[in-house]
């Protein structure tokens, strides 16, 4: 079975430009969850999503926003990006909303601000 | 707020020894789950093993396990029998349960297994 896939890999915008990074969890997996990591430090929780209701928020800008849709895919936002926005985006997938199953890791998606 | 504390950004066990990583973390809830991640240099993060705050009895998890002190808020990953194969980042986590999920993860702490 395929894992969590991530697309895509790598991706580089500009200061002031929206960003859409696209999540596919794992078959029968209905939670999504994001993380934002930045180089040298430990992934930061975004948001967790469960049958398409948001579950879980970080201590994130409202310029950040997500959503899932009803395949249980994800998508995460980011506008008017900044260069602190630099960073590797990872994807999660899980049975059920509660953090205690073991959450699946896609590989991220690099994105870098110019 | 909760935080989580790794001490040790670099560490190194030759093969086959025994290696100690420690954690710490700062809450005020009393129900929560404690977890560490490894993320080998692919960079997929995967759980190694986890640990439910109300329970006493350490987790474990073959060469694996956790020593869990409530009190002192400490929660150390031991790797047995080190294996190159266990050469990576090591994440703890915390999470808690009421008032909406949350995750938590401290900086991590890069662990290299010596042949």
């Known amino acids: 079975d395929a894992g969590v896939t991530q697309s895509p890999t790598h991706l580089i915008k500009t200061r002031g430009q929206h960003v859409t990074l696209r999540c596919s969890p794992i078959?029968?997996?209905?939670?999504v969850s994001w993380y934002q990591q930045v180089l040298g430090q430990g992934p930061q929780f975004i948001f967790q999503?469960?049958?398409?209701?948001?579950?879980g928020r970080g201590n994130f800008p409202d310029r950040f926003s997500a959503r899932q849709f009803p395949n249980y895919s994800s998508e995460l936002n980011v506008n008017a990006l900044l260069l602190g926005d630099s960073a590797l985006y990872l994807c999660?997938?899980?049975?059920?909303?509660?953090?205690?199953?073991?959450?699946?890791f896609g590989d991220g998606t690099r994105l870098s601000i110019l | 707020a909760q935080t989580v504390t790794q001490s040790q950004p670099e560490m190194s066990v030759q093969e086959a020894e025994t290696v100690t990583l420690s954690c710490t973390y700062d809450?005020?809830?009393?129900?929560?789950?404690l977890f560490w991640y490894k993320q080998p240099p692919s960079r997929q993060m995967i759980l190694v093993i986890r640990?439910?705050?109300?329970?006493?009895q350490n987790a474990t998890e073959n060469r694996f396990s956790v020593n869990f002190q409530k009190a002192a808020k400490s929660f150390s990953l031991k790797i047995s029998d080190s294996q190159l194969g266990d050469t990576a980042m090591y994440f703890c986590?915390?999470?808690?349960?009421?008032?909406?999920?949350?995750?938590?993860f401290g900086t991590g702490t890069s662990l290299t297994v010596i042949p």
């Open positions: 999660a997938s899980s049975w059920t909303g509660n953090f205690y199953q073991p959450q699946h």
């Open positions: 999503y469960y049958e398409k209701e948001e579950r």
């Open positions: 986590a915390f999470m808690k349960v009421l008032t909406g999920n949350q995750f938590y």
């Open positions: 809450t005020s809830e009393n129900n929560y789950y």
């Open positions: 078959s029968g997996h209905k939670s």
């Open positions: 640990q439910e705050a109300y329970k006493q």
